[in-house]
Nanobody, 117 residues
Framework: QVQLVESGGGLGQPGGSLRLSCTAS????????MGWYRQAPGEQRELVAS???????NYSDSVAGRFTITRDHAKSTVLLQMDSLKAEDSAIYYC???????????WGQGTQVTVPS
């Protein structure tokens, strides 16, 4: 049973940077698509970024050019480097991992990112 443990986040500054980390609690012998969703109060859940087993990435238009997602396959870890932060980046960020068998999605516990306006 896999748990996704998130770290990072907290209080950022406009124009500043934060880095989020998500690590599977047990070693993974296959790499699956992982990424981050975020949700702000009163807003729709938004897919921020994802990265496939072959390290192909995609980003939402709102973060493209500012955020970078990477992964360490050996450590079963995905990182989200968030640069040029804006107030609208404030949200709870949830790491996820899609597993094809069983059509299962694992979720991290969520971490709050706050960027004052």
């Amino acid at each position: 049973q896999v748990q996704l443990v998130e770290s990072g986040g907290g209080l950022g500054q406009p124009g500043g940077s934060l880095r989020l980390s998500c690590t599977a609690s047990v070693p993974l012998f296959s790499s699956y698509t992982m990424g981050w969703y975020r949700q702000a109060p009163g807003e729709q859940r938004e897919l921020v970024a994802s990265i496939t087993d072959s390290d192909r990435t995609n980003y939402s238009d709102s973060v493209a050019g500012r955020f970078t997602i990477t992964r360490d396959h050996a450590k079963s870890t995905v990182l989200l480097q968030m640069d040029s932060l804006k107030a609208e980046d404030s949200a709870i960020y949830y790491c996820y991992m899609d597993v094809p068998w069983g059509a299962t999605t694992f979720w991290g516990q969520g971490t709050q990112v706050t960027v004052p306006s």
